[in-house]
Each structure stands twice: as structure tokens, then as C-alpha cells.
């Protein structure tokens, strides 16, 4: 173990965190430093919870040396969650599990960093949270807690035939920067000599590819639009496991089916650059590639106006609509060809 960490020892880490967490949200009563945090909840209203997992050989590699990156994903993906529903988020708890051979204090702290750091974006409070070790790799577990908008909640589960289907964003740009990082690319780094450059790689496709990373590694959540579609949308899920898998969801619970015209995808151009560098197809990057986290949802309304006014310049593309029928997503290609959407990021299911 590092030497400065272990002087420091888990307390004195558990201090640290709590010198570094800022207070932002108004409810918080007593934060880190008691058994448990004290909030108080907006009468009247629900509470939002999601909590999402960062294993490392999982969902990141330490080796790619980012660790102020990792933190600020690690809240990221979360607000994602609360921006799917048109929430708004307000109190973060962090689980850290530390292996022995692990990052040392000055890692930690870029990390911590980059978590507080994106916790100010929002307005989020770190107010608790818990520490351990870790005989395998480094886990983070972040549990954000939020306010669901006045009214409803958007759901899964609202979607109706005659719907549109919408996309914020671009898709396949995170899938992308995997296979970049993965092939030993680095964010703001040259083209590794190790690497055969290919003729066609202009500095067009290069810059696609380096945005590419940083949609993996630091993703933005569309909180703004999620909540800018309240009142708009029928159903809303984030892009978390790809459109195939996550259009499955929206059929599933709002018990439709859905048409998703594959002329209509619209696919970062880091996807056409890496999925012609590794010999992929760059429609299956975006269809299945996940963790875009862009917003994907169904309204019988055009939402551009609405969201023109709070994301301007933020792509927003009908991919398709809901139609009546078996609760599966339904490709149709230019050809004509339909077939149902399948796929998509499964953490049960082996590859290959």
C-alpha cells in the first residue's frame, strides 16, 4: 500500500473526504461524521434513488491513469439516472473499496477531486458514505439521492403508439473511446509510435476519436434537457447499455413496440473513425456500444423548441416511434429489412 495512505489509515481518509465535501444542497443536516447522514426530504414530494457501481477491469482501467476522470464519471452516470426521470439531484453517499496494491494518496485525491468537482456541476452534497479494502481491484459505489419534479416522475412506462422516438446527442462515441483506450490511445496524448497510423486517419478523424475518449471518460449528463422534457416526454431512459437494450426497456414497460429507422442513428463520428480502424460496423457501435448516456424518449410532440431554449446546440433526432404490437424495439433498415433490436451491454450475459 502506498505509505502515505496507510499513515493516513482509514479515518484519517474518512476525515479528508469529509474537509473536501462541500455543502450545496440546503437539506442537509448533518453530513459526514455521525452513523448516518441527516437530510431533509421536500414535503409532499418523493424521494429519487439510484446507485451505480465502477469496478475496476470492469468498467475502467487504472493503467489509463485518470483518476480525477474516473471520480467525476463515477457521479456522472448517477445524475444520469436522476435526469431520466426529470429530477433533480441532491445528496451523494461514496463507497470505497481500496485494494492493497493500489492508487496511492495523491491517486485518491484526484479522484476524490474530480467527484467533488463534478458534484458542484449539479448541486450535489457528498454527505456520507462508506470505506474498506478491496482484495481484487478498486470499487467505487455511489448512491445519489434526488427530488422527482413537481407533478410526476417521467417513466419507462408511458410511452404510447403515435409516440415519436427520440435521441439527445450523438450515439457510439463512448463504445468508441473504449476501443481507442483499449487499443492503447491516450486523451491529449500524439499517435502511440506503436501503432501503425492507417493512410485515411486525417486530423479530422483524429480529433473524432479524441472527443471519442472523453465521451467515455467523463460523460455529460443531460440533466437540463431531462428536466426541460417534463411535462413533454411520455417515457425517458438514459443511454446507459445502448439503444437496442435500452429501447427494449422502454418497450417492455410501457408495453408497445417500437420502430427505429437505422437511416436515422445518429452516429459519432469517433464511431465511423474507430469502427473503421478495428473493422467494426459503426451502426453497432451506436445501436449497442452503451454508455452514451444520452436521453432516449418518446413524445407525440416535436421537443426541439423546448430544448432549444435550455441546451442550444445540443442534437436531438427522431430515431423512430411507437407503434402498437410486441413490447421489442424493431430495426428497420434502408433496404427495407426489419428485424427486432436485440443486444446491447448485459453484465450476466459472455460475449463472443
Known sequence: MDPELAALGEFGLIDLIRQRAQQRSPGTILGIGDDAALLAIPAGGGLLVTTDMLLEGIHFQWRWGRPRDLGRKAMAVNVSDIAAMGGRPLYVLLGLA???????????????????????TYGVTLVGGDTCSSRSGLVLAVTLLGVPPPGDAVLRSGAKPGDGLWVTGMLGGAAAGLLALELGLRPGAPWPADIARPAWLATEEEAAIQAAMTVHLTPAPRLAAGQALVGCATAMIDVSDGVASDAGHLCTESRVAARILASRIPIHAGAAAMARLTARDPLDLALRGGEDYELLFTT?????????????????????????????????????????????????????
Open 98 to 120: 481500496i485494494p492493497l496494491a493500489g492508487p496511492s494518496l495523491t491517486e485518491l485525491e484526484a479522484l476524490l477531486a474530480g467527484l467533488e468537482e463534478e458534484a458542484a
Open 300 to 352: 407525440p410532440a416535436d421537443p426541439r423548441p423546448t430544448l432549444a431554449e435550455i441546451a442550444p446546440g445540443l442534437a436531438v433526432t427522431r430515431i423512430g416511434e411507437v407503434i402498437a404490437g410486441q413490447p421489442v424495439p424493431w430495426l428497420a433498415r434502408a433496404d427495407g429489412r426489419e428485424e427486432i433490436l436485440a443486444g446491447g451491454f448485459d453484465h450476466l450475459r459472455v460475449s463472443g
